[in-house]
């Protein structure tokens, strides 16, 4: 709860209580001849309770009613100086216990209809995820049967030429100009290709071969065979070994291939002189698998927040906008999910969960 609700409701409370000391002091100062006014003040009790229901639940509407019937009790019964209400015994008593029975009915009905609203909002929140997913479901399949048909088209013409290119090339001695226009065609195919194939990874993803994986040793793999090492332009890359964990099962290529790209963007992230800290643990479902990768770069921009994992969308120059796409697809196919997220205190954190075996 927010400073501003607690401060409401507390203003609320003291409206509440406001409210149970005027009527109480209406009762002690009018006339016991007075009958008809006492009659209408011992009504006047229930407005505070019912909005002490709706304020606080059946706790704060059983106490508002304990209250009342607290400071009504000496007036009822003319105990001490307190002037004796002139209703008859059993009306007043009937009017205590009503106070408790209609702080107790009212209070559940309150707390029955926020339960009743918590959960239509949980269920609207479910509804947009659903639909959302269906979306970017619905785009991704339209993607995927593009890039499909782009790569073949341009696969077969790009090797041949690749080819020629390479041909030509054996006509001019190295260091030639032209020679070196002809590597530099060879060597931009070769990159056209490679782009092409990831197209191709994402639009057609290749079965899962499942196994038993040691996800601490797998991730320890990865990590000693970065480009650069674990040491990169200044910057660093720290594992948070874990307790021995449960293996999951999954593809070992695929999983790996997940590991790369998320600690590669990260490690892009920090930029020159940054901090990649990788950490694992174990889910709430037992044997499942979370592995955070942070960075103390400048973090996420909202709209990156947003598209994170739309195939082709980038914020980084060079870049296909593929690897987090085919990444999330890769999670998801496991079973599992890929998140991103801002640190509170700077940088960014994407964790991979992977479900139990």
């Not at 030639?176 to 530099?184: Q, S």
């Not at 293996?247 to 990649?276: C, H, T």
Request: net charge neutral; proline share 6%.
């Amino acid at each position: 709860m927010s400073e501003a609700s607690r401060k409401h409701k507390w203003a609320w409370y003291g409206a509440i209580y406001a409210v149970i000391l005027a009527v109480t002091s209406l009762h002690y100062f009018t006339g016991h001849e007075l009958h008809y006014y006492h009659g209408i003040y011992r009504r006047l009790y229930y407005l505070p309770i019912i909005l002490a229901c709706f304020t606080g639940g059946v706790r704060a509407g059983m106490i508002a009613a304990i209250v009342v019937c607290l400071l009504y009790m000496p007036h009822a019964l003319g105990l001490g100086p307190v002037m004796q209400d002139p209703g008859s015994p059993t009306e007043k008593g009937l009017e205590i216990i009503l106070y408790l029975t209609v702080a107790l009915i009212t209070g559940l009905l309150v707390s029955r209809g926020e339960r009743i609203r918590d959960r239509l909002i949980l269920a609207i929140e479910e509804k947009e995820r659903v639909e959302a997913e269906l979306v970017r479901a619905a785009k991704l399949a339209a993607v995927g049967r593009l890039s499909a048909g782009l790569a073949h088209e341009i696969r077969n013409p790009l090797a041949s030429i690749k080819g020629a290119a390479e041909l030509l090339g054996d006509d001019f001695a190295e260091g030639h100009p032209k020679r070196r226009l002809l590597d530099t065609l060879v060597s931009e195919a070769e990159r056209l290709n490679g782009v092409l194939t990831r197209f191709l990874s994402f639009a057609r993803p290749a079965p899962i071969e499942r196994k038993k994986i040691d996800m601490p040793a797998l991730l320890g793999n990865v990590l000693a065979f970065l480009p650069q090492g674990n040491h990169f332009r200044g910057g660093s890359i720290s594992f948070d070994d874990p307790m021995p964990l449960k293996p999951i099962e999954g593809d070992e290529g695929q999983i790996r291939q997940v590991l790369l790209n998320v600690i590669l963007n990260a490690r892009e992230s920090a930029g020159p002189g940054g901090k990649v800290t990788v950490s694992m643990e174990e889910t709430t479902d037992p044997g499942g698998v979370a592995i955070h990768v942070d960075d103390d770069g400048p973090g996420f921009a909202p709209e990156a927040l947003e598209n994170l994992f739309t195939p082709f969308f980038t914020t980084r120059e060079g870049g296909t906008g593929l690897g987090l796409a085919i990444s999330h697809r890769i999670v998801e196919s496991h079973g599992g999910s890929l998140e991103a997220s801002n640190l509170p205190g700077g940088g960014a954190r994407v964790t991979m969960r992977f479900p139990a075996s």
